[in-house]
Nanobody, 120 residues
Framework: QVRVAESGGGLVQPGGSLRLSCAASGFTLNYYAIGWFRQAPGKEREGVSCISSSDGSTYYADSVKGRFTISRDNAKNTVYLQMNSLKPEDTAVYYC?????????????WGQGTQVTVSS
């Protein structure tokens, strides 16, 4: 059964860090792009970052560039999103999803999400 599951969210103060994990099961992660998305209350879902399957190229939204880092551990079938210098505007539910045709196409399996709250 194909599944992706997020973990690692929580409450952190502004300027702090969190590392989110996206654990894949039922498929071999390095054959697929994996994207991270977020949705804040009252806002549309937005793409945050993606790592491609082919050469491991990474992509970031302008709002997180230089603060977030996406990486992949093929042995653990897991993708990570390291989030540093967190801001209150990063508060959202974060989702990971599988992209069978690369970062710029549709995503077919989504996790349930993990809440990230940045507040003092």
């Amino acid at each position: 059964q194909v599944r992706v599951a997020e973990s690692g969210g929580g409450l952190v103060q502004p300027g702090g860090s969190l590392r989110l994990s996206c654990a894949a099961s039922g498929f071999t992660l390095n054959y697929y792009a994996i994207g991270w998305f977020r949705q804040a209350p009252g806002k549309e879902r937005e793409g945050v970052s993606c790592i491609s399957s082919s050469d491991g190229s990474t992509y970031y939204a302008d709002s997180v560039k230089g603060r977030f880092t996406i990486s992949r551990d093929n042995a653990k079938n897991t993708v990570y999103l390291q989030m540093n210098s967190l801001k209150p505007e990063d508060t959202a539910v974060y989702y990971c999803a599988r992209g069978p045709f690369g970062c710029d196409n549709e995503y077919d399996y989504w996790g349930q999400g993990t809440q990230v709250t940045v507040s003092s």
